[in-house]
């Protein structure tokens, strides 16, 4: 294997336009020598949530101006790569074509290697972008689009163990945060506003307690406490909600944590204790010590990645690409992008959580 491998990964499958370059040394330690990131938060908060058509023309605008500041912050012309990465799905299609359109231009210009990495592998990673999480670990995957939990046996392969049968946890929190009248995405402004509630004041429902397995449901949550919302009055029970509602997803996300780990345990054994939480609700400080506890009282280690590489950024695709390019994973200079693309194809194949659409299994 190559001692070093220098690549550079494009991030377009949402509302953050982002490029990265990141060196691999011996395919384990990692080296972030740019990650730049422009967000479109303020283009598409009026609407209260992602505009495809504004997402993919704002990524247009500024993706060219976003790749030089990255290739100039690392100190590297593109002769210095040795790859390129480009998230080709899940997501926003416009907006993931215009990423992967760049990355093959200059991966055809320059005779680079492309790898088309998945956006949940980029998460899935993340971690590795701070520090040495061996294989296999256990991850929670906590976003604005997904929840699930899976066993990561190394680049490319994934073992799903659950997965939301409705909404994501992060889509909870941007949701019932609207209903508090907080400004989208609402996840962090709920944090805040729960500081100092009581979370004991409301009553929330706990879904699928009895359910074998480790599926998550928010919607029952998210439809309680838009009820209770409706019905509130004063700032200090806008307060206690918000640390009803935050205190209720993190219980959800513990239980079937608890779950997967026995599960994780029983297929890895002692190899795979590790618990690793990553996506933008992985930011959210309550969830972490929640999840650092569970992990702890099972004898597994706890890692997290620091809170810039958990909300969506190009350092984790950058990674994949690299860990994509030692393992020798190449794709065509043609591939497609895909707006639905599981992680753990074959569990989503044969176990849909959603009932197949014309389109295939959804992430
Ligand atoms: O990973 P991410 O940046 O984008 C997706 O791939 O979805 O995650 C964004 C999600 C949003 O729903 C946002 O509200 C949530 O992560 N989020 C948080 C926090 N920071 C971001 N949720 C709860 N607490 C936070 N501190
Ligand atoms: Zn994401």
């Known amino acids: 294997m190559t001692a070093s491998l220098t690549v550079l990964g494009i991030e377009t499958s949402c509302d953050e336009t982002a490029a990265a370059v990141v060196r691999l040394h011996d395919g384990a330690r990692v080296e972030v020598l740019s990650s730049v990131i422009a967000s479109q938060i303020a283009e598409h908060a009026p609407y209260g949530g992602v505009v495809p058509e504004i997402a993919a023309r704002a990524h247009v605008e500024i993706i060219d101006t976003i790749i030089a500041r990255a290739m100039s912050e690392a100190g590297l012309g593109y002769e210095g790569l040795d790859g390129v990465a480009a998230t080709a799905g899940p997501g926003l299609v416009g907006g993931v074509m215009v990423g992967l359109s760049a990355?093959?231009?200059?991966?055809?210009?320059?005779?680079?290697?492309?790898?088309?990495?998945?956006?949940?592998?980029?998460?899935?990673?993340?971690?590795?972008?701070?520090?040495?999480?061996?294989?296999?670990?256990?991850?929670?995957?906590?976003?604005?689009?997904?929840?699930?939990?899976?066993?990561?046996?190394?680049v490319g392969q994934y073992q799903r163990l659950g997965a939301t049968i409705d909404d994501a946890a992060g889509e909870a929190f941007d949701k019932i945060a609207s209903t508090l009248g907080l400004p989208y995405p609402g996840g962090p402004g709920l944090e805040k506003l729960a500081v100092g509630g009581d979370p004991a004041r409301y009553v929330l429902p706990r879904a699928l307690l009895g359910r074998e397995g480790c599926d998550f449901s928010f919607s029952g949550l998210k439809t309680a406490a838009a009820r209770i919302a409706a019905t509130l009055s004063t700032d200090e029970e806008r307060r206690d909600l918000a640390a009803a509602v935050q205190g209720a997803i993190a219980r959800q996300l513990v239980e079937r944590t608890q779950k997967a780990m026995a599960l994780h345990l029983a297929a890895y054994g002692g190899q795979g204790r590790l618990l690793v939480a990553a996506g933008g609700v992985a930011a959210n400080q309550i969830v972490r010590e929640r999840l650092r506890a569970a992990a702890e009282a099972h004898g597994f280690?706890?890692?997290?990645?620091?809170?810039?590489?958990?909300?969506d950024n190009a350092a984790m695709i950058a990674l994949a690409g690299a860990e994509r390019l030692a393992a020798g994973l190449i794709d065509d200079i043609d591939v497609a992008a895909r707006p639905r693309w599981p992680l753990d194809e074959a569990s989503a194949r044969d176990r849909p959580i959603h009932a197949l659409s014309r389109k295939g299994a959804k992430a």
């Not at 296999?136 to 689009?145: A, E, I, N, R, T």
């Not at 706890?302 to 590489?309: D, H, V």
Request: hydrophobic share 50%; with cysteine; proline share 8%.
């Open 301 to 311: 280690g706890f890692a997290a990645p620091p809170l810039r590489y958990c909300t």
């Open 103 to 154: 990355g093959k231009a200059i991966a055809l210009a320059r005779g680079l290697p492309l790898m088309a990495v998945n956006h949940l592998e980029g998460h899935a990673l993340s971690v590795r972008l701070s520090e040495l999480a061996p294989y296999p670990f256990l991850l929670l995957l906590v976003s604005g689009g997904h929840c699930q939990l899976l066993s990561v046996e190394g």
